[in-house]
């Protein structure tokens, strides 16, 4: 097996609090209505959104991908963690076992916010993953994130 960890960082305007919230929490209800040409639905296949819970991302007809599975980690609304791994889906390729991802929010010196993602890779034997698969995937990661920040932006009320 073979364990590939990059972390990124993103900085926002938008508070923690607000940003998890949107992002993370009601991410099953907000996401496919901003991004709809990406994200057709997410629902909840087992449990209420807790540790333990899994989501099912559906994507639209035509894409590269049907849909994915995720299992939540841990989801911690005090301290803006979030933890969960991919466990099933087309973006699991062969000889990939599974993708670990761990976000922190931080409050930010300007009263935004401080984004760190970690994702791990567990690919099988000495397979290597394409450099860029895993930035093609950060980006619609980073695509999803700057849509949520937008829409917080125009709607100061929203998730506060």
Known sequence: ???ASFTDEYTSLVPPSRIFKASIVDSHNLIPKL???AIKSIEFVQGNGGAGSIKQINFPEGGNFKSIKYRIDELNEEKFVYMYT??????LVEKLEKITYEVKFEQSPDGGSIS???STYYTEGDFKLKEEEIKAGKEKVLGMYKA?????IQNPDAYA
Request: a negative charge; aromatic letters at 4%; hydrophobic letters at 50%.
């Open 148 to 152: 949520v920040e937008a829409y917080l």
């Open 86 to 91: 991919l466990i099933e889906g087309d973006a």
């Open 116 to 118: 760190k993602v970690t």
């Open 35 to 37: 991004m709809p040409q």
């Open 1 to 3: 097996m073979t364990i």
